[in-house]
């Protein structure tokens, strides 16, 4: 039985979060029902709450109730987790002064919005000092913090408990050398496909339904999620009862709108598998965006852009869209299946998405540890692109400036992207073990198996294991570029014939 000391301390832990997660209510509010003239007054409640949740943390009595419960040392694995998770969070939280923490706020509110208007005009040296700020003040955070080898491991902690920039960049360096001659060998392969198919004009509410019945195949819970309309899709909420998907639509881009949503259902079905007994407790939320990005990029494209997918799949799209009436299962699976390097990352295919993770995951490394200068990143990022990618940047907008992450101060948030896309690949090959039927599954349109599969093995743990261990603990192996590799190879090898 837990102890009365630590039935206060979850308590208040339930506090911090709860009041964190009306936050998230009302960021998707912002981006989805909000009138135009509430941003002010927006701005402000999101301020309040965050103080309020930020000041119930560093609070020094609940510092006191965590060295208590600590002292308790309670073996019990679901105790032994949230007191473990709490301590790493306040830690981070307790070194960063008001001060400090406010003067960020203020410079990413700023930052932003120079940010929005260089990247519209291509104006880098709007965005520069904004940049520079932004560097010098997540450089103090990182000091504050502490670390053992650099900078970027305290800010990158964050987003990936435990993980370390040498670490990652060995496992980045392992993927790049078996990447970059896998997409030579796709771009100069005999087979091309038929790309013209994806520019058929399907109307925005026929996708909207098309994509609804995808998700609730899925096993999307619609009485405890809902989508809607944004210009960036993402995936929020409140408690695994409340989770707010939301999509975009281009009518001459069926598949922007289609492999959105099921990218973002999946970090959905992650919220809504977590156990609501644990709600607002490190046991109940989720283990890394890395992890999180994994369960996304899982059902985007390990399921939703396979050849099984559309064997059921294919008769339903062309009932909704008669445009594609005479696509036949060949030409769709090949034409959702294009790679192309490309200079957007948001619009890249998944065999170069990594390189464009890697590119800028090398230019912030080097950014916060001062030994890259401000004013050369765009040079320095038109160099990297044409290593990794082949291709020169026609401008900053479609360069460095294309993304919104430095704008926010999120540095050491990119590398999670890439590795969602290895860790997919690496639980999709044990779901396969583990139910041998999987694909026969997939191409019925049974996709809950696989639903079932990822709660048990990865959803109703919450924070249990960090990252590493989990994939351990799921796969048998430590975390790898191997399977993604594996599944890419298998899969574009016959579809290109190279
Ligand atoms: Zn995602």
């Not at 191409?443 to 994939?471: D, F, K, M, S």
Request: some cysteine.
């Amino acid at each position: 039985m837990p102890s009365q000391t630590y039935n206060e301390f979850i308590q208040r832990v339930k506090d911090i979060n709860l009041a964190a997660s009306i936050e998230g209510i009302l960021e998707w509010d912002q981006e989805t029902y909000m009138p135009e003239k509430g941003a002010e007054t927006r701005a402000a409640q999101l301020a309040l709450i965050a103080g309020v949740s930020h000041e119930k943390l560093i609070d020094p009595e609940f510092g006191h109730l965590l060295e208590k419960v600590e002292r308790e040392a309670d073996p019990d694995p679901l105790v032994a987790t949230n007191v473990r998770e709490l301590r790493r969070i306040y830690n981070r939280k307790v070194k960063l002064p008001t001060a400090l923490v406010q003067e960020i706020a203020r410079t990413i509110a700023l930052s932003k919005e120079a940010w929005t208007q260089a990247r519209r005009e291509s104006n880098f040296a709007h965005f520069a000092p904004h940049l520079e700020k932004l560097l010098d003040l997540k450089r103090q955070v990182a000091e504050r913090i502490g670390y053992k080898t650099e900078p970027y491991d305290a800010l990158m902690d964050e987003f990936e408990p435990g993980a370390r920039a040498a670490g990652v960049q060995s496992v980045f360096e392992g993927l790049k050398a078996d990447l970059v001659p896998l997409v030579q060998a796709i771009k100069t392969a005999p087979r091309q496909p038929k790309t013209a198919l994806l520019e058929r004009k399907c109307p925005q509410a026929a996708q909207a339904a098309f994509g609804r019945r995808v998700v609730e195949t899925m096993a999307f819970d619609f009485a405890a999620g809902r989508i809607d309309l944004t210009t960036h899709p993402f995936c929020s909420g409140a408690s695994p009862d409340d989770v707010r998907l939301t999509n975009r639509y281009d009518e001459h881009y069926l598949p922007m709108s289609l492999f959105g949503i099921m990218h973002e259902a999946g970090h959905g079905l992650y919220e809504q598998g977590l156990l609501v007994e644990h709600m607002h407790t490190p046991m109940g939320m989720s283990v890394s965006l890395g992890i999180h990005e994994s369960q996304s990029r899982m059902w985007e494209n390990l399921v939703g852009r396979s050849r099984a997918f559309w064997v059921n799949w294919l008769a339903p799209l062309k009932a909704a869209f008669p445009t594609l009436a005479d696509a036949t299962l060949d030409d769709w699976y090949f034409a959702i299946n294009t790679v192309r390097p490309s200079f957007i990352r948001v619009e890249a295919d998944e065999v170069t998405y990594n390189l464009h993770i890697m590119l800028r995951f090398d230019l912030e490394r080097q950014m916060i540890a001062g030994k890259l200068k401000i004013k050369d990143v765009p040079a320095a990022w038109n160099d990297t692109f044409r290593q990794f990618l082949g291709l020169t940047p026609p401008n900053d907008a479609e360069g460095c400036l294309q993304d919104i992450h430095w704008s926010m101060g999120i540095f050491g948030y990119f590398p999670t992207y890439a590795l969602g896309n290895l860790y997919a690949a690496q639980f999709f090959d044990a779901a396969r073990q583990a139910l041998p039927d999987l694909e026969a599954q997939i191409a019925r349109g049974e996709l809950h198996p696989l639903r079932e599969w990822l709660r048990e093995n990865i959803h109703r743990h919450g924070q249990r294991y960090r990252a590493t261990e989990l994939v351990e603990r799921v796969t048998g192996q430590p975390p790898s570029h191997r399977s993604f590799i594996e599944y890419l190879t298998r899969k574009y090898k016959p579809l290109y014939g190279f």
